[in-house]
C-alpha cells in the first residue's frame, strides 16, 4: 500500500492533480473519523478533514517518503483539530433552540464538553456515549486516547503523529485512561 | 482507601499497554488476586478501554473526495513547475540561462537601430533606402536592417527587410525568398537561424554596416 501510495505522490509532484484524488479516497475515512472523534461535530469534522487533505496536496514536495504516508497525514489533522479546539469561541450557546428542528437545542447537536446530568448519560446510545466521554476528556488526553483506542495505532506511531516523545504519549494514555475510568465509574 | 497505588497503578498501565515483563506481569496478577479494592480499577480500566474499541468506525460522508479536489488550488501548471525546479537543479540552472540569453537577443533587437546592408555590386544608395536599379541583377542573398528597399531590378538569392519596408516594382524579379522583420519574435527566429548558418557556413554573403 505504501508502494501504491508512494508512486501516486510522485505523480502529483510530477502536477497530475487527479492523482490526489486517489490518495483522498484511500485515506478520507480514517481522516474523517478522527477529526470527527477530536471535534465531536460531523459539518466541522468533514471541513477540517478536506482542509487537512488540501495542505497535504499543498504541501507534498515536504513528505519523507521514507516515511508513512499515513503518519503524516494524521499528524496534519490532529495538529488542524487541535488548533481548532483551541480558537473555538462559544459563538452558540448550548440551550438555544436550533432553528427548524422544533424545540431541538444544542446538546442534541453536539456531544461535546459540559457534564450532563447521569440519567440523561445512562439514556444514551453506546456509539453517543463515546463521543460524549471522549469530549469530557483535556485535548491532550483526547488526542492520544482517540489514536490509540479508536484508530487503535501502536504508541510508537503516536510518538510520530503528536512530534511527542514516546515517554510523554505513554504519560498521556495513562492519564487519559484513568480521566476515562473517574468519569465513567463503574459501568 | 487503598494502601498500594501508585506501583500497581503503573504496572496496571504497562500490562494494558501490552509492554509488561513477564515476571513484573507476575506481580501484577498476584497483587491483584489478593487486592479487590485494585482488582475493581483494572477492571474500570479495562472497560473503559474495551468501551472505547467498541466504537464502530465513521465512514467519511458522501461527495467528501470530490468536496476536496473542488477545494484544491487549481493546478498550476505553474506550481508542477516549481516542483520539479525544486527537484532538478540543473533544469533550473539551464532554464535561467535560457531566459537570460533570450533577454540579450530582446535587448539588442531594441538597441540596434543602425542603417546597414549586404554589400553588393550595383546597388544604388539613396539616404536609408536601397535600391537594386531596373535592368541589374543582384547575384546572392540581400539583407537590409533600418531601411527600406526598392527593388526595380532582378535579386538572384533571398531578400530580408529588418525594421524597414520593401517596394517591389512592377519588373522586380526575386529568385529566393522574400520577407520582412518588424517584430521581436520574428526578429530572434531570424537571428537563430543566422547564427546556425554562420556555424555551418551555407550562406555566401554577410551584411555589412555603413
Known amino acids: 500500500m505504501d508502494e501504491l501510495v508512494n508512486k501516486r505522490i510522485n505523480e502529483v509532484i510530477k502536477g497530475n492533480q487527479d492523482a490526489f484524488e486517489e490518495i483522498v479516497t484511500l485515506f478520507q475515512h480514517r481522516l474523517y473519523h478522527v477529526c470527527y472523534r477530536m471535534l465531536g461535530n460531523p459539518q466541522e469534522a468533514e471541513d477540517i478533514a478536506q482542509e487537512a487533505f488540501v495542505r497535504a496536496y499543498v504541501n507534498i514536495h515536504t513528505f519523507d517518503q521514507k516515511r508513512k504516508f499515513s503518519t503524516w497525514l494524521f499528524r496534519i489533522a490532529t495538529n488542524l483539530c487541535i488548533d481548532r479546539i483551541r480558537k473555538k469561541k462559544p459563538d452558540y450557546y448550548l440551550d438555544a433552540t436550533v432553528p427548524g428542528t422544533d424545540g431541538l437545542n444544542m446538546y442534541s447537536q453536539i456531544a461535546a464538553s459540559g457534564d450532563l446530568p447521569e440519567e440523561e448519560v445512562e439514556r444514551m446510545e453506546a456509539q453517543e456515549r463515546v463521543q460524549y466521554e471522549i469530549g469530557r476528556l483535556p485535548e491532550k488526553y483526547r488526542t492520544v486516547i482517540i489514536l490509540r483506542y479508536l484508530e487503535e495505532l501502536p504508541l510508537q506511531d503516536i510518538s510520530d503523529i503528536l512530534e511527542l516523545p514516546l515517554g510523554t504519549v505513554k504519560t498521556r494514555v495513562h492519564r487519559g485512561r484513568e480521566a476515562l475510568r473517574k468519569q465513567m465509574g463503574n459501568m | ?210
Open chain 2, 1 to 210: 482507601m487503598n494502601t498500594c497505588q501508585e506501583p500497581v497503578i503503573q504496572l496496571m498501565h504497562a500490562y494494558l499497554d501490552g509492554d509488561i515483563s513477564r515476571q513484573d506481569e507476575q506481580q501484577l496478577k498476584e497483587h491483584l488476586f489478593a487486592c479487590q479494592h485494585c482488582r475493581e480499577m483494572m477492571d474500570e480500566l479495562k472497560m473503559s478501554a474495551l468501551f472505547l474499541q467498541g466504537a464502530a468506525p465513521l465512514k467519511a460522508p458522501d461527495g467528501f473526495v470530490s468536496g476536496v479536489m473542488a477545494r484544491l488550488p487549481k493546478e498550476k501548471s505553474q506550481a508542477g513547475l516549481q516542483r520539479q525546479l525544486r527537484r532538478h537543479p540543473l533544469l533550473a540552472a539551464a532554464a535561467l540561462f535560457f531566459i537570460l540569453m533570450s533577454a540579450t537577443f530582446f535587448s539588442s533587437f531594441g538597441d540596434n537601430q543602425q542603417f546597414s546592408f549586404t554589400k553588393q555590386p550595383n546597388l544604388v544608395i539613396e539616404g536609408e533606402t536601397v535600391i537594386v536599379p531596373a535592368g541589374e541583377i543582384v547575384k546572392g542573398d540581400l539583407v537590409v536592417e533600418n531601411g527600406n528597399l526598392r527593388i526595380e531590378g532582378e535579386v538572384d538569392g533571398n531578400v530580408t527587410v529588418i525594421r524597414g519596408s520593401k517596394y517591389m516594382a512592377s519588373t522586380a524579379v526575386v529568385t529566393g525568398k522574400s520577407e520582412e522583420i518588424d517584430r521581436a519574435f520574428d526578429w530572434l527566429w531570424y537571428k537563430i537561424k543566422t547564427t546556425v548558418k554562420d556555424i555551418f557556413p551555407a550562406s555566401k554573403s554577410e551584411p555589412v554596416e555603413e
